[in-house]
């Protein structure tokens, strides 16, 4: 692949863990799984430098701030 670097990792066994399920569960490799959490938290930090939140409705209807600055 053009434009990547082959990089080599230590996460504790939890979070490798939950990578392995996640690509499982979605039929991805644990790389895409990766490329996609790096890309997910790379957005949701972006908006909130720029004043944005990022909220959660628990299934009570109570919403709970996720990411501050």
């Given amino acids: 692949m053009k434009g990547t670097t ?3 990792v230590n996460l504790p066994s939890e979070s490798v863990n939950r990578l392995r399920t996640y690509a499982e569960v979605h039929e991805i490799t644990m790389t895409e799984a990766l490329r996609m959490a790096l890309g997910t938290q790379d957005f949701l930090t ?3 430098c720029k004043g944005g939140k990022v909220l959660v409705e628990d299934k009570r209807g109570k919403f709970h701030q996720l990411l501050t600055v």
């Fill in 6 to 8: 082959k990089l080599a």
């Fill in 46 to 48: 972006k908006e909130v």
